[in-house]
């Protein structure tokens, strides 16, 4: 039996296939036994034939769902494939994500030996530089830092793990619920990071595996944001209310009040993560982030309707 036999790769498609093309296609290969699940979150009919196409000659298994479910709920469906296909073990990875086969076989062995344990890789980018290496989320105002950054020993924070690759069990993914589809697309991964916890699992970045993340690549997960940057509406939308829909589900309410409180400076930095360029090229940014803001002030104000405040 090849080593590889009760793991899968599981992988959510946006357009992406030409990404496909050059970082899944070669690992697949390269390796025996593993069963490689993309789910085509639809974008045109154009991209959904060329995916159609592409994993035909790879061997690869396509979900086709008629509509887009987002990132969390497209690896919903393909990690519950693959646990219908016998995968044991699920290895969540971005199409931008370039993973070769010597850290396919140890984040493997990592979940393998301890599957209590959600582990990520570090993740470079082309050029060496670190991209995620863990990151924290800081309770007191919501806000996100490199783990390599702490600082204060008494600071309250949550880790979380990147959802641009992540291996966990499968016997965890259910304890844990898989991704929240609440989200659509960003903090998905924190999210689930705590809900790992919360379901007695384990958070782990292997220090020892590498990924690269590749130039041109798609969303990415979480907080993560390149400086100077400037990034889609959907971005900019998605990662401002869903800090604040995080909050609804996951904080006490003392908490729950200071996110609230200081969610428009929040938002605002998030903004001029892209550079204040952008706001000169496509003003429209302003208004994405003012809407976002509303709807993640929305969202408090029925969660503290709900609890009675």
Same mark, same amino acid.
């Given at each position: 039996?090849? !080593?590889?036999?009760?793991?899968?790769?599981?992988?959510?498609?946006?357009?992406?296939?030409?990404?496909?093309?050059?970082?899944?296609?070669?690992?697949?290969?390269?390796?025996?036994?593993?069963?490689?699940?993309?789910?085509?979150?639809?974008?045109?009919?154009?991209?959904?034939?060329?995916?159609?196409?592409?994993?035909?000659?790879?061997? %690869?298994?396509?979900?086709?769902?008629? !509509?887009?479910?987002?990132?969390?709920?497209?690896?919903?469906?393909?990690? *519950?494939?693959?646990?219908?296909?016998?995968?044991?073990?699920?290895?969540?990875?971005?199409?931008?994500?370039?993973?070769?086969?010597?850290?396919?076989?140890?984040?493997?062995?990592?979940?393998?030996?301890?599957?209590?344990?959600?582990?990520?890789?570090?993740?470079?980018?082309?050029?060496? !530089?670190?991209?995620?290496?863990?990151?924290?989320?800081?309770?007191?105002?919501?806000?996100?830092?490199?783990?390599?950054?702490?600082?204060?020993?008494?600071?309250?924070?949550?880790?979380?793990?990147?959802?641009?690759?992540?291996?966990? !069990?499968?016997?965890? %993914?259910?304890?844990?619920?898989?991704?929240?589809?609440?989200?659509?697309?960003? %903090?998905?991964?924190?999210?689930?990071?705590?809900?790992?916890?919360?379901?007695?699992?384990?958070?782990?970045?292997?220090?020892?595996?590498?990924?690269?993340?590749?130039?041109?690549?798609?969303?990415?997960?979480?907080?993560?944001?390149?400086?100077?940057?400037?990034?889609?509406?959907?971005?900019?939308?998605?990662?401002?209310?869903?800090?604040?829909?995080?909050?609804?589900?996951?904080?006490?309410?003392?908490?729950?009040?200071? %996110?609230?409180?200081?969610?428009?400076?929040? *938002?605002?930095?998030?903004?001029?993560?892209?550079?204040?360029?952008?706001?000169?090229?496509?003003?429209?940014?302003?208004?994405?982030?003012?809407?976002?803001?509303?709807?993640?002030?929305?969202?408090?104000?029925?969660?503290?309707?709900?609890?009675?405040?």
């Amino acid at each position: 039996m090849s !080593s590889f036999e009760d793991l899968s790769i599981v992988v959510v498609n946006y357009g992406s296939s030409d990404l496909l093309r050059v970082n899944l296609a070669p690992l697949s290969r390269a390796v025996d036994g593993v069963r490689v699940v993309v789910v085509d979150n639809f974008s045109t009919i154009a991209e959904r034939d060329v995916m159609t196409e592409l994993a035909e000659e790879e061997g %690869w298994d396509l979900l086709t769902p008629a !509509s887009n479910h987002g990132f969390g709920g497209g690896m919903n469906r393909g990690v *519950a494939r693959a646990a219908e296909l016998g995968a044991r073990f699920h290895l969540l990875v971005n199409p931008d994500a370039v993973v070769d086969e010597r850290a396919l076989g140890a984040l493997h062995a990592a979940v393998r030996d301890d599957p209590e344990t959600m582990a990520a890789p570090r993740i470079l980018r082309p050029d060496g !530089s670190l991209w995620f290496g863990g990151s924290d989320l800081y309770l007191d105002d919501g806000r996100i830092r490199s783990s390599r950054r702490r600082t204060d020993p008494q600071a309250r924070l949550r880790p979380w793990l990147s959802g641009a690759c992540l291996v966990v !069990s499968d016997d965890l %993914w259910r304890r844990a619920g898989g991704f929240d589809e609440d989200y659509f697309l960003y %903090w998905e991964d924190v999210d689930l990071s705590q809900r790992v916890v919360d379901a007695g699992g384990r958070l782990a970045v292997l220090d020892d595996v590498t990924v690269v993340h590749a130039e041109g690549g798609t969303q990415k997960g979480g907080g993560h944001v390149e400086s100077g940057e400037a990034k889609s509406a959907t971005y900019y939308f998605h990662n401002i209310r869903n800090r604040l829909l995080y909050a609804t589900k996951h904080l006490s309410d003392a908490d729950l009040r200071a %996110w609230q409180a200081v969610s428009r400076k929040v *938002a605002w930095e998030i903004l001029l993560q892209g550079g204040r360029r952008q706001f000169l090229t496509s003003p429209q940014t302003l208004v994405v982030g003012w809407r976002a803001h509303r709807a993640g002030l929305r969202l408090v104000d029925a969660e503290l309707a709900r609890r009675g405040l």
